[in-house]
């Protein structure tokens, strides 16, 4: 794994019709409309956040966690319009040992099934694979969350099983997730 490529500076991605971008303190607004709407974290560990205070320390957090190596958290912006924020994709769990990334996304509602979670995550599974040279790429995945099923498979992603009650979702309590992986292998033989 060449995390040089994901740490040297922000890895800024584009694609056909999006831009996967640093999150700072000018996206605000949009950020704190995203984690403040409880629907958007229904098949999430993640737990709502109705405070613009608590969400600002977060984006700060999010720079912090990128200089500590742990995570990269971009921002989703369509190409056409620069200034919204339509949602955010990661990736974080770095093993280094198997050469192994998670990731994981969510869009705000207003930008719901119109292909950009797809392209987001096709986008990032492109540099990950051609650039830092990770072998597998994983996603954890309520199992009532068929939206970002599609999302993974569409993307070559192949469901791998369940683990039940294996994990401690923050707001959720302990959860079954599903399991999607692609290997650089298996992308490489997908775009031949």
């Not at 959720?172 to 997908?190: A, F, M, P, R, S």
Request: aromatic share 12%; with cysteine; charged share 25%.
């Amino acid at each position: 794994m060449n995390t040089h490529h994901l740490f040297s500076q922000f890895p800024m991605l584009v694609s056909d019709g999006l831009t996967l971008q640093k999150i700072d303190e000018s996206h605000l607004e949009e950020v704190f409309g995203i984690y403040d709407n409880d629907t958007v974290f229904e098949y999430c560990g993640i737990i709502p956040k109705h405070n613009k205070a608590t969400v600002a320390t977060m984006i700060g957090h999010f720079e912090r966690d990128f200089l500590k190596r742990s995570r990269v958290k971009w921002g989703i912006f369509a190409n056409n319009d620069k200034d919204t924020l339509a949602g955010i994709i990661e990736a974080f769990d770095f093993n280094q040992k198997v050469d192994m990334i998670t990731i994981g996304y969510f869009l705000a509602e207003a930008h719901w099934g119109k292909g950009i979670a797809s392209e987001a995550v096709s986008r990032v599974v492109r540099f990950l694979f051609q650039e830092v040279e990770v072998n597998r790429i994983q996603a954890e995945v309520m199992p009532a969350n068929e939206p970002s099923k599609r999302v993974l498979l569409k993307n070559g992603f192949k469901y791998e099983g369940t683990l039940r009650q294996a994990t401690l979702w923050s707001g959720k309590g302990i959860v079954d997730v599903e399991i999607y992986g692609l290997l650089q292998g298996d992308y490489k033989t997908e775009r031949r």
